[in-house]
């Protein structure tokens, strides 16, 4: 009989070390949270306590559901949708079997604000025991370090991870991150597809009203964006008092449509950069090069002609 039951004590003390590992998981994740219900008064960008009671009244759907996911994530469950539409919103806690649950219905019709209704708030399951979190979409991260990303446009999407995971407990992915980031430059900026729409506009404002500027827009036979030069008036005007120096250069953008900035930079009289023009295009090759000189040309024509007399050093072009 001994032998019978050596395996099943193996399997006993397998899953004792199971239960256990994921105790662990879920203590080290309450200790987390109460770590950040601690520091929640000294950091702004902290979760707010969201107790969701029954009547709290939320002005739209999106602003009821971003409380019902910092109300998860902060009470360390996940959830699950079983109705979500204009007028009515319903959701569950995700383990079978638990009692939590919350409705809440628009008052006065489709696109109203919502109520809500009823609320069933004591969970009978333990909660999540794994570092991942279903609420925790990259809307939701975005929305929560927009402050951040307005002081410093520069916050990396390791960084982003790294302080998801130290003040929030949730293991979010770098894609996530970067989804993240993205989003929240999007509500700061609007989106990169808005602005080149605005580049025509913008480009024929420059001329209009910024006297001695040269801006020129290429589209291509698709009426889509080709390339794009703009030297400002100032900048125009203000070669002219600096050393006879230009210094050509390109460098690759890092945005969703990509492409090639090509800069071309002065020197003042105290020895600091004077940017003079810029255009951004597809590739760097002869023929974007050869095509922003011919405008650098006319500009200096108008502004600085005394730079194109021989008399005058050569410029020292490094590309
Ligand atoms: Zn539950």
């Given at each position: 009989m001994i032998f019978h039951k050596i395996p099943e004590i193996a399997m006993l003390n397998f899953l004792i070390s199971k239960i256990a590992i994921s105790a662990a998981r879920v203590q080290g994740s309450l200790q987390m949270a109460q770590q950040m219900a601690q520091t929640s008064d000294e950091d702004n960008s902290a979760i707010p306590v969201c107790p969701l009671h029954v009547g709290d009244l939320f002005d739209t759907l999106d602003s009821l559901k971003k409380a019902c996911r910092e109300y998860a994530i902060r009470t360390l469950f996940e959830f699950k949708t079983l109705r979500s539409g204009t007028t009515r919103y319903e959701i569950a806690c995700k383990f079978d079997g638990c009692s939590w649950r919350l409705y809440a219905a628009s008052i006065g019709g489709a696109g109203n604000k919502f109520r809500v209704r009823t609320h069933s708030c004591d969970h009978s399951c333990t909660g999540i025991q794994q570092l991942g979190h279903q609420q925790a979409t990259a809307k939701f991260i975005a929305d929560w370090i927009l402050p951040t990303v307005k002081v410093n446009p520069r916050y990396r999407p390791i960084?982003?991870?790294?302080?998801?995971?130290?003040?929030?407990?949730?293991?979010?992915?770098?894609?996530?991150?970067?989804?993240?980031?993205?989003?929240?430059?999007?509500?700061?900026?609007?989106?990169?597809?808005?602005?080149?729409?605005?580049?025509?506009?913008?480009?024929?404002?420059?001329?209009?009203?910024?006297?001695?500027?040269?801006?020129?827009?290429?589209?291509?036979?698709?009426?889509?964006?080709?390339?794009?030069?703009?030297?400002?008036?100032?900048?125009?005007?203000?070669?002219?008092?600096c050393r006879p120096l230009l210094g050509l250069d390109g460098t690759h953008l890092k945005t969703r449509y990509q492409g090639i900035l090509l800069?071309?930079?002065?020197?003042?009289?105290?020895?600091?950069?004077?940017?003079?023009?810029?255009?951004?295009?597809?590739?760097?090759?002869?023929d974007n090069w050869l095509w922003m000189l011919r405008f650098l040309h006319q500009v200096l024509e108008q502004s600085a002609p005394h730079f194109l007399e021989p008399t005058v050093s050569p410029f020292c072009v490094e590309v």
């Open positions: 960084d982003i991870k790294r302080d998801v995971k130290t003040r929030l407990g949730i293991d979010i992915s770098k894609s996530k991150a970067f989804r993240a980031k993205e989003r929240a430059l999007e509500l700061l900026h609007g989106t990169h597809k808005a602005a080149y729409k605005q580049m025509p506009k913008y480009v024929a404002d420059i001329e209009r009203n910024n006297p001695n500027s040269v801006a020129t827009l290429e589209s291509t036979s698709e009426n889509q964006f080709k390339r794009v030069f703009i030297c400002y008036g100032a900048s125009a005007m203000g070669i002219a008092h800069t071309a930079t002065g020197v003042d009289a105290h020895g600091q950069l004077f940017p003079l023009a810029w255009a951004v295009v597809d590739a760097e090759n002869n």
